[in-house]
């Protein structure tokens, strides 16, 4: 089992940032990647960022890139996402997940929510315009 907590979402004005923690306890040794999913009201859960243990890489949606930047502390299993430049459609609920079946070792996995098989409970960020 692993649990994952998330942390760091708000209320921020367009043009702010945030940095948003999901921190991983448990069987955290069988993370091989861990990603950040966002699901607006009314939308499907998209594909934001991921890294990848195994292959120390990160990966981004079209959403993210050129704006957000996932990084990880490894000693205390813990990834982050620095979100700069927020807009309005960036508002919605972010979702750390984590991947401890070596399912995102296929990287088209990475992008896809069956990638993972824990979730945490999500952190709103609201972005007013």
């Known amino acids: 089992q692993v649990q994952l907590v998330e942390s760091g979402g708000g209320l921020v004005q367009a043009g702010d940032s945030l940095r948003l923690s999901c921190q991983a306890s448990?069987?955290?040794?069988?993370?091989?990647?861990m990603g950040w999913f966002r699901q607006a009201p009314g939308k499907e859960r998209e594909f934001v960022a991921a890294?990848?243990?195994?292959?120390?890489?990160?990966y981004y949606g079209d959403s993210a890139k050129g704006r957000f930047t996932i990084s990880r502390d490894h000693a205390v299993n813990t990834v982050y996402l620095q979100m700069n430049s927020l807009e309005p459609e960036d508002t919605a609920v972010y979702y750390c997940?984590?991947?401890?079946?070596?399912?995102?070792?296929?990287?088209?996995?990475?992008?896809?929510?069956?990638?993972?098989?824990?979730w945490g409970q999500g952190t709103q960020v609201t972005v007013s315009s």
């Open positions: 997940a984590a991947d401890t079946r070596a399912m995102t070792d296929y990287t088209f996995r990475i992008y896809r929510k069956d990638g993972y098989d824990y």
């Open positions: 448990g069987r955290a040794f069988r993370i091989s990647a």
């Open positions: 890294f990848s243990w195994s292959r120390t890489l990160t």
